[in-house]
């Protein structure tokens, strides 16, 4: 079965806070419209599988089921391409949503492709 599992999401504030901090070291980030990504390795944590999040800004999607629907598309179009970075790294992404609109998953599914790749290096 290939599900997504509560190890994977990425919930510490402080690796979240590292994320999204301006002057944080590590840090990388990268745009493939409609998303960006933000990564960076995270060796203190116990878990040694990739951790992520998705965040869908009300200020680009106003009604609260077009963004429940996105973090959707996006979070589906991670389960099934998960595979394309290692699991054996202990990274956090950080999917941001950056259009303004809802878009078709096949675009989300290409952008969040080459995001992985990316973040694979």
């Known amino acids: 079965m290939n599900r997504l599992y509560k190890i994977e999401k990425l919930c510490s504030e402080t690796a979240i806070d590292r994320l999204f901090r301006r002057d944080s070291d590590g840090v990388k980030s990268a745009l493939c419209y409609p998303l960006r990504a933000t990564w960076a390795v995270n060796d203190s944590r116990v878990a040694k599988c990739p951790q992520f999040l998705v965040s869908i800004p009300k200020k680009r999607l106003r009604h609260a089921v077009d963004r429940v629907r996105m ?19 202990p990274v956090d992404i950080a999917f941001v949503y950056v259009a303004s609109e809802r878009l078709p998953y096949s ?15």
Do not use: D, F, P, T
């Not at 675009?107 to 290096?121: P, T």
């Open 71 to 89: 973090r959707r598309v996006v979070r589906e179009a991670y389960r099934l391409n998960r595979q394309l970075i290692s699991s054996e790294i």
């Open 107 to 121: 675009r989300v599914e290409n952008a969040l492709r080459k995001l992985l790749a990316k973040v694979n290096g």
